[in-house]
């Protein structure tokens, strides 16, 4: 395996196609970039010939690794294994780098901009930010350390827009005074939204606790969650919240009748709380009535509601503390819907579990299942989404692939038929995030555009009107946007 990346600007329209891009201040130009570590420790004898065996080539990311070997080592945030990048043939941790820096050099040799040790460990360690093809280091750098602002429309009967009143809004309306934010996440009714400080803000129903203010009030405007900081990542679930912070720890808030906050018992909390028994976590996400954790072994934790087996685990008792799940190794992304998950693997494979009334597991039937099962039809994916009863996989030539309940269009396939196995929606392309809503979808290509489908009966869709839509629809004066995310009938944009 060669010890080289890709990152894919927004006007190089093909990721299949070998294209190399050198920074001139602005963007990057066509002309081969070289990221090289130098090292720079006391010790001279551990200089060796370092800097020419420990060079990253910002190349064609099809031709060198594949992405999700890439999105493995920033999510474990470590190199090591065979199924890892080798630096100086050597297996080592991260935080080795720390000392050392980093230069982007043209092919002449030109130093053409320097990155920060810092910017690198963020590049590698951060948990909130994925590298898709279609980003490239100025943007995570602006997206990870500057932020943006957030933009929602849909359904706000609670306030979860964040725009001080309850009204719905079908165009993407800027919510006011929020500044620097690099994550949100979109839940039943509730709004989590990150900063750069670590810091977060919230909105909405603030019934069972779940904005984790101290009581059941609902805010119309985005409240700075108190005694909580250095988070890295948010979840907010159907009546509940997860956050997780940068030492690998959960924290739990809202609804907890069955057990989803993981702390032991099925009492409700209103403000956040520390999951005692779950450390290590590079990525929690919080579904209907039940959680996932993603430690940094790859190995996958359930907790909560698993009637339907949902959480992955023997039986269909609920768990009231985080349980691992046996038989899933290697794993590099999590996501819950209603009653079912997908997880992804460090080789592009999807496995799903729980319900499959609609079709939402990808597996060709409507059974259910009881333990994670490969979906033998997906390979090559690099992120996966799901919300309510549908199931959205880009894969890493920028193309979504749909399946679950399509009442609504939500599967972007033009008809409301669903679909039990993964069907590719063949009007997207050049697509680097996706996300999969109530029932409606959103995805956001490589030039910073969003596109909708689905349910719009409450303007969630961002067109302007109600009407619902079955294939993919541009959202019209809506650009540079490096993160979308679906909720119950509303959604939210980060740019």
């Known amino acids: 395996m060669g010890n080289s990346l890709s990152y894919f600007t927004k006007?190089?329209?093909?990721?299949?196609?070998?294209?190399?891009?050198?920074?001139?201040?602005?963007?990057?130009?066509?002309?081969?970039?070289?990221?090289?570590?130098?090292?720079?420790?006391?010790?001279?004898?551990?200089?060796?010939?370092?800097?020419?065996?420990?060079?990253?080539?910002?190349?064609?990311?099809?031709e060198s690794l594949d992405y999700t070997t890439f999105l493995t080592l920033i999510r474990r945030g470590k190199i090591e294994g065979k199924d890892l990048i080798y630096l100086s043939n050597t297996s080592r941790k991260l935080k080795e780098y720390c000392?050392?820096?980093?230069?982007?050099?043209?092919?002449?040799?030109?130093?053409?901009?320097?990155?920060?040790?810092?910017?690198?460990?963020?590049?590698?360690?951060?948990?909130?930010?994925?590298?898709?093809?279609?980003?490239?280091?100025?943007?995570?750098?602006?997206?990870?350390?500057?932020?943006?602002?957030?933009?929602?429309?849909?359904?706000?009967?609670?306030?979860?827009?964040?725009?001080?009143?309850?009204?719905?809004?079908?165009?993407?309306?800027l919510i006011p005074h929020l500044n620097n934010i690099v994550q949100m996440s979109a839940g039943g009714y509730h709004s989590l939204i990150l900063d750069n400080k670590g810091r977060v803000w919230t909105c909405g129903t603030g019934r069972y606790g779940r904005l984790g203010l101290g009581d059941e009030n609902n805010r119309f405007n985005p409240t700075l969650i108190p005694n909580l900081s250095n988070i890295a990542q948010v979840s907010a679930g159907d009546q509940y919240s997860l956050v997780l912070d940068s030492q690998g720890q959960g924290w739990g808030f809202g609804n907890n009748y069955s057990g989803q906050l993981g702390l032991g018992d099925a009492t409700n909390r209103n403000i956040p709380t520390l999951i005692s028994n779950l450390e290590n976590v590079i990525e929690i996400c919080a579904g209907e009535a039940h959680s996932l954790a993603l430690d940094n072994?790859?190995?996958?934790?359930?907790?909560?509601?698993?009637?339907?087996?949902?959480?992955?685990?023997?039986?269909?008792?609920?768990?009231?503390?985080?349980?691992?799940?046996?038989?899933?190794?290697?794993?590099?992304?999590?996501?819950?819907?209603?009653?079912?998950?997908?997880?992804?693997?460090?080789?592009?494979?999807?496995?799903?579990?729980?319900?499959?009334?609609?079709?939402?597991?990808?597996?060709?039937?409507?059974?259910d299942r009881n333990i994670p099962t490969l979906i033998y039809n997906l390979e090559n994916v690099v992120e996966i989404s799901t919300k309510n009863i549908h199931s959205l996989v880009l894969d890493n030539q920028g193309r979504v692939w749909s399946f679950g309940s399509n009442a609504y269009g939500q599967l972007g396939l033009g008809d409301a038929m669903n679909r039990n196995i993964p069907t590719l929606i063949s009007?997207?392309?050049?697509?680097?995030?996706?996300?999969?809503?109530?029932?409606?979808?959103?995805?956001?290509?490589?030039?910073?555009?969003?596109?909708?489908?689905?349910?719009?009966?409450?303007?969630?869709?961002?067109?302007?009107?109600?009407?619902?839509?079955?294939?993919?629809?541009?959202?019209?004066?809506?650009?540079?946007?490096?993160?979308?995310d679906t909720g119950n009938n509303y959604s939210l944009i980060l740019k």
């Open 99 to 173: 000392n050392r820096s980093f230069q982007i050099k043209n092919s002449e040799g030109k130093i053409v901009e320097t990155i920060s040790q810092y910017l690198f460990f963020i590049l590698l360690k951060d948990r909130g930010i994925r590298i898709i093809p279609g980003q490239n280091l100025r943007e995570i750098y602006k997206q990870r350390v500057i932020g943006g602002k957030v933009w929602s429309f849909g359904y706000n009967c609670y306030g979860q827009l964040g725009l001080g009143d309850n009204k719905n809004r079908s165009t993407p309306t």
């Open 427 to 484: 009007n997207l392309e050049n697509i680097i995030a996706i996300a999969a809503g109530d029932d409606h979808s959103l995805v956001l290509d490589n030039q910073g555009r969003v596109w909708s489908f689905g349910d719009n009966g409450l303007g969630q869709l961002g067109l302007r009107n109600v009407m619902d839509r079955n294939i993919p629809t541009l959202i019209p004066d809506i650009n540079d946007v490096f993160q979308i």
């Open 297 to 367: 072994q790859g190995r996958v934790w359930g907790f909560g509601s698993n009637y339907n087996r949902q959480s992955g685990l023997d039986g269909n008792e609920n768990r009231l503390v985080p349980t691992l799940i046996h038989n899933l190794n290697n794993i590099v992304q999590i996501s819950t819907g209603d009653y079912h998950s997908l997880v992804l693997d460090n080789r592009g494979r999807v496995w799903s579990f729980g319900s499959n009334a609609y079709g939402q597991l990808g597996l060709g039937d409507v059974m």
């Open 11 to 62: 006007d190089n329209v093909t990721p299949s196609t070998s294209c190399s891009r050198s920074y001139d201040g602005s963007h990057f130009t066509s002309t081969e970039v070289k990221v090289s570590i130098n090292i720079k420790e006391e010790n001279n004898d551990s200089k060796r010939n370092d800097e020419q065996n420990s060079s990253i080539y910002v190349g064609n990311i099809l």
